[in-house]
């Protein structure tokens, strides 16, 4: 199964990426000259469990893993590092992009990079909370966008969690088309619609609390 084209995301020269690195809403159409900030996102809860590796076989899941690593010369497309200098097993993980069109509802997959687990871990931000290492996120995307000052970490960090709670009130549409552009795998989406329970909506209402910093 080898890859078609080329990958939408490339970060090596120039080019015109449509924020391939996380929450494509936000930046339609930067040209990245350097490498990209580290963003943190978090998939909307009415999305879980329905990525990449629920809607193909595990064995294709391991080729586009794989093409992904490569590319990326089994480095950290945003840091350059790698896990095993982080005391990890792994170098590098597959983490995917998605865009989110929240007026029309659909989650459309643009594709995957290669992230070293620091750099994964802090990309996804409620899983970080879930676990206990929100901090441990906060001070990687600190080191890593350098430029930024700890307000403009909290502040990033807080819109991420008031965008997850408005998006988990809906069902996103999620379109997985790349994965037939890119590999030629025709992916039949299966995700159920997700009728929030009065649970849910007090989980989504409670994480208010990790908003603030002070
Ligand atoms: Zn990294």
């Known amino acids: 199964m080898p890859p078609k084209s080329k990958s939408l995301i490339r970060f090596k020269t120039e080019y015109i990426v449509p924020d391939g690195h996380t929450n494509t809403s936000d930046h339609p159409h930067q040209v990245r000259h350097k490498k990209p900030d580290l963003l943190t996102e978090m998939v909307p809860k009415t999305a879980w469990g329905s990525n990449v590796r629920d809607h193909v076989k595990a064995s294709d899941w391991d080729k586009i893993k794989e093409w992904c690593y490569k590319r990326a010369g089994f480095n950290c497309e945003i840091c350059g590092m790698h896990g095993k200098l ?75 969690i008031s965008k997850w709670q408005e998006r988990s009130k809906h069902n996103y549409k999620l379109n997985m088309d790349y994965l037939k552009e890119e590999f030629g795998i025709d992916v039949p989406i299966h995700r159920d619609v997700v009728e929030l329970t009065d649970e849910d909506h007090e989980h989504i209402k409670d994480m208010d609390k990790y908003k603030n910093f002070d």
């Open 86 to 160: 982080q005391g990890r097993k792994h170098r590098v993980e597959a983490h995917e992009i998605w865009h989110y069109d929240d007026e029309n509802r659909h989650q459309t997959l643009l594709g995957l990079i290669a992230l070293c687990p620091s750099c994964h871990k802090s990309k996804h931000y409620g899983r970080a909370i879930a676990i206990g290492d929100d901090k441990f996120v906060r001070k990687h995307i600190k080191q890593i966008n350098s430029h930024w000052t700890w307000k403009q970490v909290f502040d990033h960090c807080s819109e991420a």
